[in-house]
């Protein structure tokens, strides 16, 4: 039966042997052979053009042709394979001083052996992928794609710009050792993540901090160098000791009563009163009927817990009044009833209001500053670390601090002094001001503007929060 349609011939072109598809698509390399292996494309290439400039004595047109050199390119993986150029290079000799060099060839960075667009596709890819990975892909070593990360994240840093807080937040994160993080508070933000908390790397943090003056609180834990670093870097500035963190004794305290009485008969008490830990750790009006009567099942079992878990609970009455002679008066009823038994398990407590009694009241001062809610982001980036996703903290430092997806971007209204241009109703009148501004400049009038700019509060904590609970990060 024929076909009521034509026949259609499909002819396939084919590339000649002697004309090479350019599957490096650069411009400034000629490509003049090409091989494909199972796992690698090589290509042989010659460069288009290449810079004469002698590097030793700065003479460009004084060069000659020496010898003939072939390097090792990476270019960027492509269909799944690593990349490898093979280029033919001229060495030059510089006729003044005699010393020869390899040409400079656009679009190449002969120092690592690698395009340079493959090295700025290492960088980004080191943000989401591990050294080995990426290695591997490339076909490159790791120290190489390290190196190169490294470079990139410096680039980064140079370019990015966040705003100085009004409140600044200082606490800390274990990942490895203790590392210093700073927060916007009121931003609900991360500013940055330092790889250590010594003192001289918070004071130089502080004062790298553009228009350091105008933050008003700064909200620490009772780390000493916080407390020097802020004086001196901040003198202006009132410290608070966020109250997390001296609660958070109140609980260690009741922990260490609680693992006492475990250890004294670990047959029969240890195992559930480690299981009830979590509940023990709750306020008490945050129980619900079952965990309430498991709580006080405990309690009613040992007299001593349940004095212990009621000191916890009342410390926070103290910060439930409004003035700091209020927190302060009801604090010491509170020392006044720690039972003798229990005075060497809550002598922290006692210590630190001792020691850092300003501080602490100075959350019941006009404004109620914590840096609470960054406990919960520490959490789970302890646990993003912990479970070893590759990451190491320079790592993950860069990929929290630089991923733009996560940056928290707001209008920002600021006022600005500009000067007043002056109304002329006639020509020859402007041309008299041009030519005397000079002159009068001391005497130009200023009026104060509003302008609206796009401002980088730094790293969006619940957007964060929402990409580690997916498992995205």
Known sequence: MSSAYPRLTIRLFR???????????????RVLDFKETDTDYHVKAAPTIVSKLCPHCGRSNETVAHAQKTLFIRDLPSHGKSVAVHLDVPRLRCKPCGKTFTAAVPEVDTARQMTERLAKWVGRQGLEYTYAEIAKQVGIDEKTVRNVFDEYVAELEKEFTRETPVWLGIDEIKLGRFRAVFTNIQ??????MLPDRYGTSITSFLYSLPNKERITHVATDMWRPYRIAVQQALPNAKLVVD????????????????????????????LGLKRAHKLFAKRQRDLDDEQHLTVSGWLNSFPLLAAAYDLKERLYKVYEVETKEEAWGEYLV????????????????????????????????????????TESFNAKIRRVYRDGR??????????????????????????????????????????????????CEERAEYEIRTQTRQGNLGTDLSTLEALLDSGQF
Request: charged share 30%; aromatic share 10%; hydrophobic share 40%.
């Open 15 to 29: 590339p000649k042997p002697s004309m090479p598809v350019n599957v490096l698509n650069l411009p400034g390399l």
């Open 187 to 192: 931003g609900r933000s991360l500013i940055d």
């Open 243 to 270: 109250k997390f963190h001296v609660v958070s004794k109140a609980n260690a305290s009741f922990d260490a009563v609680r693992r006492s009485i475990g250890n004294q008969d670990k047959k029969r008490h240890s």
């Open 334 to 373: 509170w020392e006044a009833s720690i039972p003798e038994e229990l005075a060497k398990p809550f002598r922290p407590v006692k210590t630190a209001f001792r020691n850092w009694k300003t501080y602490i009241l100075n959350y019941f001062d006009d404004e109620r500053v914590t840096n609470a809610f």
């Open 390 to 439: 590759g990451y190491t903290f320079e790592r993950l430092r860069a990929k929290v601090l630089f991923t733009d997806r996560l940056q928290k971007r707001v209008p920002i209204q600021e006022k600005v002094k500009v000067k007043k241009k002056p109304k002329f109703e006639e020509v020859g009148m402007a041309r008299m001001y041009l030519m005397t501004h000079l002159v």
